[in-house]
């Protein structure tokens, strides 16, 4: 009991005892106290450890194909939508050109240049595919328009509020997308200023309508969005996503949207709380519009509006490749469907048969590839756990081993005892014995002999204990009898116990159990726990009572080992097994005694439990796999 408030259990061994032992009637004890002790899931951990490892290498190599997959996607929809946009560029400065334009603004009021330049537009627009072209003079009033004469015609409003009249009202060529004011319509619209005489005479603007862009989208299937720099969505594959923000909109930002009349009358609700700021780097962030788990996104810069293309990939792509058992499964079903099929496409057409067989051999031939390449992977990975395997097992043994020696270097003075009191006797019996001889008295003299022959018997029976627990046993399981284990364990520390007036109960219910152990291995465990009860007793005053309860119970026998003593404390008990622990006095054991009697346990196919008597006092239960009795 290794770590107990002012109690020292630990590893310990004395001498054959000639002390009290008498057998009791006990009820079996049940085991009420939860596995809370972090050395049972050790070795569990560590082959979970291995797999999760193996699978997050897997799942991280997969992600890495899936980034440079979804990359490419995004470039080539990143790339397709920079040229579409960048196609009509400067078409507006072209048209800035043209005389039937700037003379509308020179003589507004005439219906000939006006008609002419509508028609103008309107050529231009049906040419380059665009969707309107227009002319606002300087007070931003639309003079003329590809659309004239339509009942959306441009002509004759104003659009001054629209930040592309602005920006070519500077001299600049203007870029803005937003839903059409007056069709209601979206478009990306570009305009150029219209100069006369030094001075900007009005302005040209083309509008281009971007269906056959999100046509491409939506065809798709790809979880693709097109946010401006305001973050607002307004090209999406997902309809619902449209015209929603990727994150919630400062009120400046609203303000100015509205004023626009960019989105007319759209709420531009959020889709989530916000996306991280660095959109620089593929990243698994949490965005429920796609799903409740994480998932990889990617972003890119695109236009002089600083647009972003944003793609919502799952990653789910990526744990099904890391499940390669699975997909090979699936490969070697797929397979077996295939040669089914073939077999009943054999009695139709030779040619699609053949056709069919060639096909048959492509896919076996790849999955005969994968196969071979999984088999040599799962054969590097059965050596690595072969050998972690054997590494552990000898560092348990070596630690085993260990514990015996410690334990042999503790009892030390107890054997000291119980040898030199034999050692007398036999002196001063073969002195006797010379006397009688002396004296004729043969009678006398063959009964100091006896007693000289029982004595070294008795010697002889500690030696053999002795020698039997420090050898290093290997550990191969085979029954054995549960009263002969105890009986070879009291033998060493029965003389202790006789020394603290203690009374040790044994209780097997029935006396003939057996377990499947290793002999040497099963002594260690028991005088451990016995020795641990002894060093409790030690602390206390009155009754010193240690007893030993075995039963058969579900297939299990448990033996419990319980003592008089102060008990376990509730700080204890979760670190119990754990190695290094202890409370005893410096130089007083290392802690070791109850791991490795739990790792002892383990190797046997067991397990060591610890608890507390309802009357007090601490109580081990050794649970082992029974062996059905012999007929």
Wanted: glycine fraction near 8%; charge should be neutral.
């Amino acid at each position: 009991m290794d770590t107990a408030p002012r109690l020292a259990y630990d590893v310990g061994v004395a001498g054959l005892a000639s002390g009290p032992v008498r057998q009791v009637q006990m009820l079996p004890l049940p085991v009420t106290r939860r596995w809370r002790h972090a050395f049972l899931l050790l070795l569990p951990a560590c082959w979970l450890a291995l797999v999760l490892f193996t699978y997050y290498w897997s799942f991280q190599a997969s992600l890495e194909r899936l980034h440079k997959e979804s990359a490419q996607q995004l470039d080539f929809y990143a790339a397709s939508l920079s040229s579409t946009l960048g196609r009509h560029e400067h078409l507006p400065e072209i048209l800035a050109q043209e005389a039937r334009l700037t003379e509308v603004l020179m003589q507004p009021d005439s219906p000939e240049r006006q008609a002419a330049a509508n028609r103008y537009l309107s050529v231009v627009a049906r040419s380059a595919h665009i969707g309107t072209a227009f002319l606002l003079d300087s007070r931003g009033l639309t003079l003329a328009a590809s659309n004239a004469g339509t009942p959306q015609s441009f002509v004759g409003h104003l659009y001054t509020f629209r930040p592309y009249y602005q920006e070519a009202m500077m001299g600049r060529t203007g870029h803005f997308y937003a839903v059409g004011a007056t069709t209601g319509e979206p478009g990306y619209f570009i305009s150029s200023p219209v100069w006369k005489d030094g001075r900007i005479a009005g302005v040209v603007v083309v509008k281009m309508v971007l269906d056959s862009f999100e046509s491409a989208l939506n065809r798709s299937g790809k979880q693709l969005a097109l946010a401006d720099a305001a973050g607002v969505v307004f090209l999406s594959a997902v309809p619902e996503w449209r015209y929603r923000t990727l994150q919630p909109v400062p009120a400046d930002v609203a303000m100015r949207l509205s004023s626009t009349r960019q989105y007319g009358g759209h709420p531009l609700e959020p889709l989530a709380s916000g996306l991280p700021a660095d959109l620089s780097r593929p990243q698994l962030v949490s965005f429920p519009a796609v799903q409740d788990s994480r998932v990889l996104l990617q972003a890119r810069h695109i236009g002089p509006l600083n647009w972003k293309m944003l793609l919502f990939t799952d990653p789910w792509q990526a744990r099904q490749t890391a499940g390669l058992e699975a997909s090979l499964a699936g490969l070697a079903s797929a397979l077996m469907a295939a040669v089914a099929y073939l077999f009943w496409q054999r009695h139709r057409r030779k040619a699609e048969r053949l056709l069919a067989a060639d096909e048959l051999r492509a896919t076996h031939a790849r999955l005969e590839s994968k196969v071979i390449e999984r088999t040599a992977e799962l054969q590097q990975r059965l050596a690595q756990l072969e050998t972690t395997e054997r590494i552990l097992r000898e560092t348990r043994d070596d630690a085993i081993q260990a514990g015996k020696l410690a334990a042999l270097g503790q009892m030390a003075a107890g054997l000291t005892h119980e040898l030199n009191q034999p050692l007398a006797a036999l002196t001063t019996l073969s002195a006797n014995a010379r006397v009688l001889l002396a004296r004729d008295q043969i009678g006398e003299a063959r009964e100091n002999l006896d007693l000289i022959e029982q004595t070294a018997q008795r010697m002889g029976q500690i030696i053999t204990q002795l020698k039997a627990f420090a050898r290093k046993a290997p550990a191969e399981l085979a029954p054995v009898r549960l009263s002969e284990a105890i009986a070879q364990a009291m033998c060493l520390v029965g003389t202790r116990a006789h020394r603290l007036g203690a009374q040790v109960d044994i209780d097997l219910q029935p006396a003939t159990l057996l377990v499947q152990a290793e002999p040497i291995r099963l002594g260690q465990i028991l005088i451990n726990l016995l020795s641990n009860a002894l060093d409790a007793l030690a602390e206390v005053a009155g009754t010193r009572q240690i007893i030993l309860h075995g039963a058969l119970v579900d297939g299990n026998v448990l033996l419990s080992v319980s003592d008089s003593g102060p008990g376990l404390s509730e700080d204890v008990l979760p670190v119990l097994f754990e190695p290094f622990v202890t409370t005893k006095p410096a130089g007083q054991g290392l802690g070791l005694g109850l791991a490795l009697s739990q790792a002892i346990a383990e190797s046997l196919g067991g397990r060591l439990e610890a608890g507390n008597r309802p009357e007090g006092g601490a109580v081990f239960t050794l649970i082992l796999n029974a062996v059905p009795p012999e007929e």
